[in-house]
Protein backbone atom coordinates (compact mmCIF):
# COMPACT_ATOMS: atom_id res chain seq x y z
CA UNK A 1 0.00 0.00 0.00
CA UNK A 2 1.34 3.45 -0.75
CA UNK A 3 0.89 7.06 1.32
CA UNK A 4 -1.96 7.93 -0.79
CA UNK A 5 -3.88 4.97 -0.24
CA UNK A 6 -2.74 4.45 3.72
CA UNK A 7 -4.34 8.79 3.69
CA UNK A 8 -7.23 7.40 2.43
CA UNK A 9 -8.16 4.38 4.29
CA UNK A 10 -7.04 6.75 7.44
CA UNK A 11 -9.43 10.35 6.70
CA UNK A 12 -12.27 7.48 4.76
CA UNK A 13 -12.58 5.67 8.33
CA UNK A 14 -12.64 9.12 10.19
CA UNK A 15 -16.46 9.24 10.98
CA UNK A 16 -16.29 13.06 11.75
CA UNK A 17 -15.22 13.81 8.25
CA UNK A 18 -18.56 11.66 7.12
CA UNK A 19 -20.06 14.59 9.66
CA UNK A 20 -18.27 17.27 8.10
CA UNK A 21 -19.15 16.27 4.27
CA UNK A 22 -23.22 15.71 5.82
CA UNK A 23 -23.00 19.53 6.83
CA UNK A 24 -21.59 20.72 3.42
CA UNK A 25 -24.55 18.45 1.52
CA UNK A 26 -27.19 20.07 4.05
CA UNK A 27 -25.97 23.56 3.68
CA UNK A 28 -25.85 23.34 0.11
CA UNK A 29 -29.65 21.75 -0.07
CA UNK A 30 -30.74 24.46 2.34
CA UNK A 31 -29.68 27.34 -0.11
CA UNK A 32 -31.12 26.08 -2.72
CA UNK A 33 -34.27 25.36 -1.07
CA UNK A 34 -34.36 29.16 0.09
CA UNK A 35 -33.39 30.56 -3.32
CA UNK A 36 -36.29 28.54 -4.78
CA UNK A 37 -39.17 29.27 -2.42
CA UNK A 38 -37.78 32.82 -2.45
CA UNK A 39 -38.02 32.66 -6.41
CA UNK A 40 -41.35 30.90 -6.41
CA UNK A 41 -43.00 33.40 -3.97
CA UNK A 42 -41.99 36.71 -5.87
CA UNK A 43 -43.38 34.32 -9.33
CA UNK A 44 -46.39 33.40 -7.61
CA UNK A 45 -47.06 37.29 -6.72
CA UNK A 46 -46.07 38.74 -9.67
CA UNK A 47 -48.25 36.08 -12.00
CA UNK A 48 -51.61 36.26 -9.69
CA UNK A 49 -51.04 40.37 -9.92
CA UNK A 50 -50.79 40.23 -14.32
CA UNK A 51 -51.55 36.34 -15.12
CA UNK A 52 -50.41 35.57 -18.81
CA UNK A 53 -51.57 32.99 -20.93
CA UNK A 54 -47.78 30.48 -20.44
CA UNK A 55 -45.50 32.41 -17.82
CA UNK A 56 -42.23 31.15 -17.71
CA UNK A 57 -41.40 29.41 -14.50
CA UNK A 58 -37.76 30.30 -13.31
CA UNK A 59 -34.90 27.89 -13.38
CA UNK A 60 -35.13 27.91 -9.49
CA UNK A 61 -38.11 25.84 -9.53
CA UNK A 62 -36.81 22.87 -11.15
CA UNK A 63 -34.10 22.01 -8.05
CA UNK A 64 -36.91 20.42 -5.62
CA UNK A 65 -35.84 16.78 -6.13
CA UNK A 66 -31.50 18.23 -6.59
CA UNK A 67 -32.82 19.24 -2.81
CA UNK A 68 -34.13 15.92 -1.57
CA UNK A 69 -31.04 14.40 -2.91
CA UNK A 70 -28.68 16.25 -1.69
CA UNK A 71 -30.45 15.87 1.79
CA UNK A 72 -29.98 12.15 0.94
CA UNK A 73 -26.82 12.04 0.53
CA UNK A 74 -26.28 13.64 3.80
CA UNK A 75 -28.73 11.55 5.64
CA UNK A 76 -26.45 8.74 3.81
CA UNK A 77 -23.42 10.37 5.44
CA UNK A 78 -24.53 10.52 8.50
CA UNK A 79 -25.62 6.69 8.59
CA UNK A 80 -21.62 5.59 7.47
CA UNK A 81 -20.09 8.47 10.00
CA UNK A 82 -22.45 6.34 12.74
CA UNK A 83 -21.44 2.93 11.59
CA UNK A 84 -17.70 3.96 11.86
CA UNK A 85 -17.89 5.26 15.22
CA UNK A 86 -19.58 1.92 16.24
CA UNK A 87 -16.38 0.78 15.65
CA UNK A 88 -16.78 -0.54 11.81
CA UNK A 89 -14.41 0.16 9.00
CA UNK A 90 -15.38 1.45 5.52
CA UNK A 91 -12.13 1.62 3.12
CA UNK A 92 -9.86 -0.89 3.35
CA UNK A 93 -6.66 0.05 0.57
CA UNK A 94 -8.53 2.99 -0.53
CA UNK A 95 -11.52 0.77 -1.79
CA UNK A 96 -14.98 0.18 -0.37
CA UNK A 97 -15.76 -3.22 -0.03
CA UNK A 98 -19.27 -3.94 -1.38
CA UNK A 99 -20.02 -5.88 1.41
CA UNK A 100 -18.64 -3.52 4.05
CA UNK A 101 -21.77 -1.06 3.77
CA UNK A 102 -24.30 -3.02 1.61
CA UNK A 103 -26.72 -1.65 -1.19
CA UNK A 104 -25.36 1.78 -2.38
CA UNK A 105 -27.67 4.61 -1.47
CA UNK A 106 -29.95 2.21 0.04
CA UNK A 107 -31.15 4.45 2.95
CA UNK A 108 -33.01 2.03 5.06
CA UNK A 109 -30.35 -1.11 4.70
CA UNK A 110 -27.59 1.60 5.92
CA UNK A 111 -30.24 2.50 8.95
CA UNK A 112 -30.13 -0.70 9.76
CA UNK A 113 -26.47 -1.56 10.02
CA UNK A 114 -25.81 1.79 11.42
CA UNK A 115 -28.20 0.50 14.00
CA UNK A 116 -30.50 3.73 13.84
CA UNK A 117 -34.08 2.60 14.84
CA UNK A 118 -37.07 4.04 11.98
CA UNK A 119 -40.93 3.14 12.55
CA UNK A 120 -42.73 2.55 9.18
CA UNK A 121 -43.44 6.12 8.32
CA UNK A 122 -39.81 7.08 8.55
CA UNK A 123 -38.46 3.73 6.58
CA UNK A 124 -41.05 4.72 3.63
CA UNK A 125 -39.77 8.48 3.54
CA UNK A 126 -36.02 6.73 3.36
CA UNK A 127 -36.57 4.24 0.54
CA UNK A 128 -38.16 7.44 -1.20
CA UNK A 129 -35.35 9.24 -0.43
CA UNK A 130 -33.23 6.46 -1.61
CA UNK A 131 -35.04 6.18 -5.43
CA UNK A 132 -34.83 10.04 -5.39
CA UNK A 133 -30.44 10.03 -4.65
CA UNK A 134 -30.58 6.98 -7.83
CA UNK A 135 -33.07 8.62 -9.93
CA UNK A 136 -34.80 11.73 -10.22
CA UNK A 137 -32.86 13.63 -8.13
CA UNK A 138 -29.94 13.40 -10.35
CA UNK A 139 -31.38 12.45 -14.11
CA UNK A 140 -33.62 13.77 -16.10
CA UNK A 141 -36.09 11.24 -15.47
CA UNK A 142 -36.26 7.71 -13.55
CA UNK A 143 -34.96 5.22 -15.78
CA UNK A 144 -37.71 2.39 -14.50
CA UNK A 145 -39.68 2.22 -11.25
CA UNK A 146 -36.96 1.10 -9.43
CA UNK A 147 -35.39 5.07 -9.44
CA UNK A 148 -38.59 6.42 -9.73
CA UNK A 149 -40.99 7.86 -6.87
CA UNK A 150 -43.76 5.15 -7.58
CA UNK A 151 -45.48 7.77 -7.89
CA UNK A 152 -45.90 9.22 -4.83
CA UNK A 153 -45.31 12.60 -3.50
CA UNK A 154 -42.79 14.19 -0.81
CA UNK A 155 -45.08 15.72 1.63
CA UNK A 156 -44.59 18.55 4.45
CA UNK A 157 -44.75 15.05 7.07
CA UNK A 158 -42.24 13.52 5.18
CA UNK A 159 -39.79 16.86 5.50
CA UNK A 160 -40.60 17.11 9.38
CA UNK A 161 -39.78 13.12 9.82
CA UNK A 162 -36.90 13.69 7.80
CA UNK A 163 -35.20 16.12 9.67
CA UNK A 164 -36.46 14.43 12.88
CA UNK A 165 -34.34 11.76 11.63
CA UNK A 166 -31.21 14.48 10.88
CA UNK A 167 -31.40 15.20 14.35
CA UNK A 168 -31.11 11.87 15.41
CA UNK A 169 -28.51 10.56 13.57
CA UNK A 170 -26.64 14.09 14.63
CA UNK A 171 -27.04 13.11 18.23
CA UNK A 172 -26.63 9.40 18.13
CA UNK A 173 -22.98 9.90 15.79
CA UNK A 174 -22.35 12.71 18.97
CA UNK A 175 -23.25 10.07 22.02
CA UNK A 176 -21.24 7.51 19.98
CA UNK A 177 -17.58 9.61 19.24
CA UNK A 178 -18.19 10.44 22.65
CA UNK A 179 -18.05 7.20 24.05
CA UNK A 180 -16.03 5.34 21.69
CA UNK A 181 -14.04 8.01 19.86
CA UNK A 182 -10.73 8.37 21.90
CA UNK A 183 -10.49 4.40 21.57
CA UNK A 184 -11.63 4.20 17.72
CA UNK A 185 -9.52 7.51 17.16
CA UNK A 186 -6.13 6.02 18.90
CA UNK A 187 -6.75 2.32 17.13
CA UNK A 188 -6.77 4.83 13.28
CA UNK A 189 -3.58 6.45 14.33
CA UNK A 190 -1.77 3.48 14.93
CA UNK A 191 -3.27 1.21 11.93
CA UNK A 192 -2.32 4.94 9.99
CA UNK A 193 1.04 5.14 11.78
CA UNK A 194 1.89 1.65 11.26
CA UNK A 195 0.98 1.69 6.91
CA UNK A 196 3.37 4.47 6.91
CA UNK A 197 6.03 2.96 8.41
CA UNK A 198 5.73 -0.35 6.45
CA UNK A 199 5.60 2.44 3.32
CA UNK A 200 8.85 4.16 4.02
Avoid: C
Wanted: charged share 25%; glycine share 8%; net charge positive.
Amino acid sequence: MNKHNATIDFVGNMPMRWQQTAEGLLIASNILKERREAVMSAFKSKFLSNPTPSPELPKEGQTYWIELMLTGFAIENLMKGLWLANGNTLYKDAQIPKEAIGKAHNLVDLASRASLAVDDAERADLEMLSKIMTGVGRYPMARNETHGTGGASWTYESDKRVTAILARLQEQLTATEAKHGERNALSRVTSFRRKIGEIT
